[in-house]
């Protein structure tokens, strides 16, 4: 775990690097042969296999001495075109040297010399956005990479910048004001409670409290309590309908009768009381779409609390229902941003309604135990 973690650790700053090597090395090769002291981090195949592939498609040749740390680049363009187009999303801000210079889908010519693009605000592994770097002498090669490592840290980091607030869930139901700038951060633990702590840790070191759905899977006491001292929201990720229906078996949606709806309405406020006496005190839950809820079309909001007085359920309100129709809804289900978040957020189309699950960003966070 270790050691695969550390190893997550460094292709990620070294995805992270691939950028500035990237065109650096590639618009930098105007005199016939060149010497660059390897920095540090390059030091074995995994560094030097990218960049002598995005070399070699610039029409150079590359020899890398292993004794020395040096890697020797012959021949090469000094003009190219740079195209950058991202995957799937469009209109994601590009910065050449920190400056601006547009959406993508763009092409800019780039002359010789060293630039830093980055494809900004980071999002992260499921909205990878790729750069193409084509050289001019050499129209049918392209070159598809990464454009840059991203970080749960980041997002953050934008959001902040771009003047948002996070609050959660209960805070909405509490009547605390809302502006466009709000956003209702939600985090759904789906797989892990350590991924949860860590995430918490990082929004407690920026002053932001959101809200933590744990499922029966991932309580965690100790977890739990800690996350609660950081003044986070803690609730259930209730899946009370995938529950009964792997024990009775129900066949589609028509098995849930009015019956079967009592039953549920019951056993959710079972569950509720002991939630609270387990973990403390809780003011809203969160429905968990498990396979059986897929299966059977039918989520838990909706066979149980849809229509409810939450109150009846010792609660003040789900993170479903009405909630959502106040705020623009954005989640990262199943790894992928949708909507992309940073050209809405950009443009101020807040309120924000957030759903982020700690297990998509996992692998950040690897890059950054140290200090949250
Ligand atoms: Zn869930």
């Not at 074995?44 to 029409?59: K, Q, V």
């Not at 809804?329 to 992309?340: A, H, K």
Request: hydrophobic share 35%.
């Amino acid at each position: 775990m270790v050691s695969r973690r550390k190893k997550n650790a460094i292709l990620g700053i070294l995805s992270g690097l691939i950028i500035l090597l990237v065109v650096g090395s590639c618009v930098a090769i105007s005199v016939p042969t060149i010497k660059i002291h390897a920095p540090s981090l390059i030091f074995n195949r995994y560094t030097i296999y990218p960049f002598r592939t995005i070399l070699e498609h610039c029409g150079s040749v590359v020899t890398w001495d292993k004794q020395r740390h040096e890697i020797t680049i012959q021949k090469g363009s000094n003009s190219f075109n740079l195209s950058i187009t991202t995957d799937q999303i469009q209109g994601i801000p590009i910065y050449v040297d920190n400056k601006y210079i547009g959406k993508s889908p763009l092409q800019k010519r780039l002359f010789a010399g060293k630039y830093e693009v980055v494809a900004r605000p980071a999002g992260y592994a499921g909205s990878i956005r790729y750069l193409t770097l084509k050289a001019e002498d050499a129209k049918d090669k392209q070159i598809v990479l990464p454009v840059d490592q991203h970080s749960y840290q980041d997002f953050l980091d934008e959001i902040i910048r771009l003047g948002y607030t996070p609050i959660r869930v209960m805070d909405y139901y509490n009547h605390v004001p809302t502006t466009k700038k709000t956003i209702v951060l939600r985090h759904d633990v789906d797989v892990s409670a350590e991924y949860a702590l860590k995430m918490a840790e990082i929004e407690q070191a920026r002053g932001i409290k959101s809200s933590y759905y744990f499922r029966w899977s991932t309580v965690d006491p100790e977890v739990i309590k800690k996350i609660r001292a950081m003044g986070h929201e803690v609730g259930l990720h209730y899946e009370t309908l995938a529950f009964y229906s792997e024990e009775i078996h129900l066949k589609s949606a028509q098995d849930i009768t009015a019956a079967v709806q009592q039953e549920l309405r019951s056993r959710l406020k079972f569950e509720i009381a002991q939630f609270k006496q387990q973990f403390g005190e809780m003011y809203t839950i969160a429905s968990h779409g498990a396979d059986e809820n897929i299966r059977l079309g039918v989520t838990n909001y909706k066979a149980i609390m849809e229509g409810e007085n939450p109150n009846d359920y010792g609660i003040i309100g789900t993170a479903y229902g009405s909630i959502t129709e106040h705020f623009t809804y954005m989640s990262d289900v199943g790894g992928i941003w949708d909507p992309f978040p940073y050209p809405k957020l950009e443009n101020n189309e807040g309120p924000f309604y957030i759903l982020i699950h700690p297990i998509h960003w996992a692998t950040s966070y690897s890059l950054q135990t140290q200090s949250p």
